[in-house]
């Protein structure tokens, strides 16, 4: 069974902090991941991809991905009330000839003003 | 604005009644997806159409019956339905190539009374 794990939270940190979100998979032989904020009530919108192994930066997000140890992270700096949401990590597996997402249970992330 | 569109946003019926859910993608995508969300929980995958061929269907009840009509749209046609089906229904498209991300739309909420 192939799963992605992450804490659910909530996160709660204060505003101007870094919040730091983190998600473990099992499918050693995935290749994409990605982060999703999703406000309650509204759809999943796509934050960050990440395809090697290292950081990539997009504004005050960073994504970490190590392959090794099967381990995705997000970085949040700068921390505003408005981020507060639940975040999403999704790796893509195959699985019959086609691909499809393993979604983590999200991280609740509130920041407090 | 999101590119995908889901029509329509907000949906009430009767477990007798038949309805439709409509979704509309203009980004060339070849992969489109239909999920169910619960509250507080995880999007959970229904259907995977890959080049307008069902190529997942995750055990789903048959009163849901979806439908690739072509490339640029997906249905869910419903019937029969129970209250505990009633949830936020999002439809998402991708690239079939495994690597680039799922775009979601704004979802439907459905309740069944």
């Known amino acids: 069974q192939k799963e992605v794990e992450q804490n659910s939270g909530p996160l709660s940190v204060p505003e101007g902090a870094i919040a730091s979100l983190n998600c473990t998979y099992s499918?050693?032989?995935?290749?994409?991941f990605f982060w999703y904020r999703q406000y309650s009530g509204k759809s999943p919108e796509l934050i960050m991809s990440?395809?090697?192994?290292g950081d990539k930066e997009d504004g005050r997000f960073t994504a970490q991905l190590n392959k090794a140890s099967q381990y995705v992270s997000l970085l949040i700096r700068d921390s505003q009330p408005s981020d507060s949401a639940t975040y999403l990590c999704?790796?893509?597996?195959?699985?019959?000839?086609?691909?499809?997402?393993?979604f983590g249970t999200g991280t609740r992330l509130k920041v407090l003003a | 604005d999101t590119e995908v569109t889901q029509t329509p946003k907000h949906l009430v019926m009767g477990m007798t009644n038949k309805k439709s859910l409509k979704c509309e993608q203009h980004?060339?995508?070849?992969?489109m997806y239909w999920y169910k969300q619960k509250a507080k929980k995880p999007p959970e995958l229904m259907f995977v159409?890959?080049?307008?061929?069902?190529?997942i269907n995750e055990s789903v009840p048959s009163r849901f019956s979806p439908e690739c009509p072509n490339s640029s749209l997906l249905n869910l046609h419903l019937h029969a339905l129970q209250p505990e089906d009633s949830a936020l229904y999002l439809c998402?498209?991708?690239?079939?190539?495994?690597?680039?991300?799922?775009?979601f739309g704004d979802g439907t909420r459905l309740s069944i009374l």
């Open positions: 499918d050693r032989v995935s290749q994409s």
């Open positions: 159409y890959s080049y307008e061929k069902l190529s």
């Open positions: 998402a498209s991708s690239q079939a190539d495994g690597v680039q991300p799922q775009h």
């Open positions: 999704a790796v893509n597996s195959r699985d019959s000839g086609t691909y499809k997402y393993i």
């Open positions: 980004m060339g995508h070849r992969a």
């Open positions: 990440i395809y090697s192994n």
